[in-house]
């Protein structure tokens, strides 16, 4: 079992940057992939990064690419996600989530994460 706590959303200006963070209980946190997602309004949740146990792969969507960086420190149990360049369309509620599966295409979709965070507002005005 891991339990997932997201913070650090808010309000920010187009160009600007936020850093979210999720807190993980259990003891075998670094042995899960971890993913960020989002969810606009009106829109099914999306996937946006990926990281391996490890921390030494990850996997962005097109549209986050060298704006977002996903990392993790296990020895903390905390995963983080680096927004910079922050657009309108990056608003979203978003959330961690951890899965037993190995990193790897499989582990893009919602489907293969089990233990997800509550999400934390971002919203970026223009």
């Known amino acids: 079992q891991v339990q997932l706590v997201d913070s650090g959303g808010g309000l920010v200006q187009a160009g600007g940057s936020l850093r979210l963070s999720c807190a993980a209980s259990?003891?075998?946190?670094?042995?899960?992939?971890m993913g960020w997602f989002r969810q606009a309004p009106g829109k099914e949740r999306e996937f946006v990064a990926g990281?391996?146990?490890?921390?030494?792969?990850?996997y962005y969507i097109d549209s986050v690419k060298g704006r977002f960086a996903i990392s993790r420190d296990n020895a903390k149990n905390m995963v983080y996600l680096q927004m910079n360049s922050l657009k309108p369309e990056d608003t979203a509620v978003y959330s961690c989530?951890?899965?037993?599966?190995?990193?790897?295409?499989?582990?893009?979709?919602?489907?293969?994460?089990?233990?997800w965070g509550q999400g934390t507002q971002v919203t970026v005005s223009s």
């Open positions: 990281i391996n146990w490890s921390g030494t792969s990850t």
């Open positions: 989530a951890a899965s037993p599966y190995q990193f790897g295409l499989f582990t893009r979709t919602a489907l293969r994460y089990d233990f």
């Open positions: 259990g003891r075998t946190f670094s042995s899960y992939t």
